[in-house]
């Protein structure tokens, strides 16, 4: 196949580590205020077990009686019964905002101020760059796929697997002078090394188109 498509001569190094990049005119900041009384938290993908189930649920739970973090989860639901119970149960007690699932994501990253994302099986987190696009730092485990997506200390931080993110994103939000570089720097981070323009760009180069 190699010779057939002519690529064996080809040396280009690729400079860009995504698939498709970010679209920068769909994903752009929203008007965001960290001086107001609460940090929004959010959470966007799949909602089931080996995403972070656990640590979602157990983040809800801390902050459930601080009017002063609000979360909000936009995803499709993926949970066995009883999960799903807990899950609903949390919803109408108002511990969390929930959204369905739709194409309109941009609009959910414009209304949170930090992404937390605590999926420890990742192939790219592609929401990782739409919300740095947006000018929202995340939180994630320094596990493969995210550690591609995150821009340490730029457009987000990384933990190691075994440490709790749940802590770690606590002082995260209770720092809002960091909180806000960093959700300046994510779309600058974004602009650098997600413009899908140039990521497609760098794509066709390294196949010799």
Known sequence: VTNELNLKDIKYNRRFNSSKGV???????????????????????????????????ALARLYRDNPAVVIKIKGKIELNQEDRSTFNQMIANNVIE?????????????????????????????????????????????????MDAIIEHESGILINAEANIILALKKMIDNKKELARLSLQARLSAEANFDQSLVLEDIHQSMGL
């Open 98 to 146: 929930y959204f369905e699932w739709d194409n309109n994501v941009a609009s959910f990253f414009q209304s949170i101020d930090v992404l937390f994302f605590p999926s420890k099986r990742e192939g790219f987190g592609n929401v990782l760059i739409e919300a740095a696009a947006c000018g929202v730092p995340s939180i994630g485990f320094k596990i493969p796929g995210v």
């Open 23 to 57: 679209d920068l005119q769909s994903f752009h900041p929203g008007i965001k205020n960290l001086d107001s009384k609460h940090i929004v938290v959010g959470f966007c993908g799949r909602v089931v077990r080996d995403k972070g189930y656990d640590e979602l649920t």
